[in-house]
């Protein structure tokens, strides 16, 4: 049961990431040669957010990634300072 629901989420996932893709390349690569007057302008915004949006996102997922990596490292157990006896390190 466990291997349908996975595939059947991963099936998912490629579907709804090819519709995107497809989307974003023809709003960002096909739509600025169709005339303006065309009705299909209409299901595509502004040309602005074809940079604006990645560019949010990828600042928001920077920033997430970033939070992470400073909470983990907050949380880790602090290491010892001081050298072990023998390793010919000078500990001050």
Do not use: C, E, N
């Amino acid at each position: 049961m466990g291997v349908l629901t996975d595939r059947t989420v991963g099936v998912t996932v490629i579907l709804v990431s090819t519709l995107i893709f497809l989307y974003y390349t023809m709003w960002v690569i096909i739509m600025p040669f169709v005339d303006a007057d065309q009705t299909i302008h209409a299901f595509f915004p502004d040309r602005y957010w074809a940079v604006a949006l990645p560019a949010g996102l990828i600042v928001l997922g920077v920033s997430v990634v970033l939070a992470f990596l400073g909470v983990m490292s907050l949380k880790a157990p602090a290491r010892a300072t001081t050298a072990a006896p023998g390793t010919g390190i000078k500990d001050d």
